[in-house]
């Protein structure tokens, strides 16, 4: 088979999403998924949008929902990228900002997507190991390198970087491009959007996939300088004119006029989370401090593999990759309460007691 | 400026889509689009849609939608891809099935979109010149070549090219893939899509923003045999695991119920596009045969420059490139007849009387 494929299509290895189950009904702990629903801001703004405007197509510049995200962020619209969903807006950040001739330097244990566009793209990249605790040491990313990129929280730890270990990521590499992926910040990591005045080689990239309980609508942005702005613009208009539709322009701007709605929720996760690590720490499990809406859990008793399998046959879905280093660990997303009571029921069961 | 840009981006010409009006209320025939609204269906489908299920990632298959276009197209699910608009599915074909070492085939005059994505993913293409009355010559595109691709009807002509000539093409390429974008193919031209069990290097690329009226919410598949569509996949997956949100699937799933709908707005906009033909004609404008949802015309006695600032002074957008071979001519969205109607009375002000 792969006759007619590309060279290029031929040596993928593509990403592997999380299950997003038909059929039965699960509790899905496996894709870091918000357990509350969007904004009701956001819902009202999108049925408002489903009608006859349809046949329009929508604004390619997207100026609207730009405009919205600078006065959210306290920039300018030139300063503002949006795509369909961070991993798009990742996607051309890879196209915009590195070249094939120099190495891409990202943690060995990070979001699996990042050597995926490397590869999509023929470019070079090299994994930095992170250290025994999965904390990010500095000095290997400071030397001569083709970009960095880093999300902070790290997925699938769950572990923040500093502000002040951005910086040092940014004077560092004054010659290349430091894309920090915040797709988890609002669980609780400090943002480098205030940064972005400062560092003309910054890209922040979010999503509103978490926080503000939009998965299914697939926005993610960019913030950056707007020379970098310009690039990405450059390339998006090269291989998609419209990439947000009409109804995800409005629900993403309906989104954000809520921002209570946001911290509400944000703070009831973070509050979920803490207690369920806790619970989980109780129950003999190590758990990884987490910044965002996961928790990052190894048992030294039972192996991760045999968990996961357990879990699923109690009708939960959680996270596991047969990779070296991570083997023995569950990303466990952070869902309501009762979700994460029962959880912690069907681990009782799973695990010897303490 | 173009710090930290990188080789290939610094190196883009985007491609650059009509005018989205924001303010002044125009008549719009220059994005063909459609001027009637799309179906109560997909309309009624998406504000089901738009709810508390937002907060999950969408299907990333597509199973749903893609069963549904395949029963649209006697075709298996296998055989279906879809994408976030048919530019994007165009320019995961450019990715999955060319190589950078043989040129890509493409008229000279056609979807300008075409060099554009050759030029993202460094592929070289040749321009095949059409021939003096934008008629495409097979002969050129029989040679030793790394893929074909061909818009039936063409843009911006409206020309269609037959099934006969379309086997021609497949026969003499059995080594490269030969992509037929079918963005127009219901206002009047012949689908490839019953040759696809009999071709294995053919794929034909359609889109929901123009028939079914659903330019703003970005959909387009591509439809073909099973190795193909499985190129198509692993390219996507490696780019963007959700590329179209709940909404959008939701919606093209009702617009796909609707053939009655699809089938009496095509008929009344050909209908239109034809008594519009001849108006224009008897004003002593060319008028290219079109089989599209618009109009390639010229008149000897005016620059089509000077009729394209005309209209817009009387509020009319239409389409004007600034190209070789072509800078004569205007493209005109078909509209509703009133809308053509008041074209053909600004015309009226801007031509000689016959």
Redesign the interface.
Known sequence: ?????????KA??????GE?P?ERKFI?LN?N??????SQT??AA??EA???????????EC?SLREALAATFDLKPGQVFVG??S??VL?LCF?????AERAILFPDITYSFYP??A??F?LSYREVPLDECFGLPLEPFLGNNGGVVIANPNAPTGRAVSLCDIRTLLEGNPQ??VVVDEAYVDFGAQSAVPLIDSY??LVVVQTM?KSR??????VGFALGNE??I??L????????????????LA?AEGALRDRDYLRAITMKISSTRDWAADRLKRMGFAVSDSAANFLFVSHPAVEAKALLDGLRERGILVRWWDKPRIRDYLRITVGTDEEMEALCQALAQLVPEV
């Open positions: 088979m792969k006759e007619f494929w590309s060279k290029r299509a993928l290895t593509p990403y592997v999403p997003q038909r899905k894709t998924e918000n357990p509350y629903p969007p956001a819902v999108i049925r489903a009608g006859e405007s349809l046949r329009l197509y929508p604004d390619p100026t369909n969903g991993d798009e996607a196209q915009a900002f590195f070249d995926v566009f590869d999509l023929g290349s491009v003309p080689n996939s309980a939009l998965a299914g609508l697939r020379n970098l310009a690039a613009n450059s390339v998006k208009n090269s291989f998609n004119s419209y990439t947000l539709d009409r109804l995800a629900g």
